[in-house]
Nanobody
């Protein structure tokens, strides 16, 4: 079983940048596909995913602004967020899965971190 801990959230002005990290422990993260989701007042939405082999997926709302990456040697997942907008405000969660059925669906993932708050002021 793997455990996930997110960090790097905070308060930033619109147009600014943040880098989120997700440290995995318990099992090597290279066994899993990994993803970022976010949750505002509504449901938990897909942000980005990266497969074991490095293929990357992005939600349309973050394409060109966010970059997902992973360092398997450090068992860490990253999300570089640039040109942040107030609508990016949410709690950001990382998640892992061994399944590749639908990496954009939250129901594919069984292991989640506790979340980190990102607030973008206008």
């Amino acid at each position: 079983q793997v455990q996930l801990v997110e960090s790097g959230g905070g308060l930033v002005q619109a147009g600014g940048s943040l880098r989120l990290s997700c440290a995995a422990s318990g099992r090597t993260s290279s066994d899993y596909h990994m993803a970022w989701f976010r949750q505002g007042p509504g449901k938990r939405d897909f942000v980005s995913a990266i497969t074991r082999t490095g293929t990357k997926l992005y939600a349309d709302s973050v394409k060109g602004r966010f970059t997902i990456s992973r360092d398997n040697a450090k068992n860490t997942l990253y999300l570089q967020m640039n040109s942040l907008k107030p609508e990016d405000t949410a709690v950001y969660y990382c998640a892992v899965t061994a399944s590749i059925v639908d990496l954009t669906s939250m129901f594919t993932y069984r292991t989640w971190g506790q979340g980190t708050q990102v607030t973008v002021s206008s």
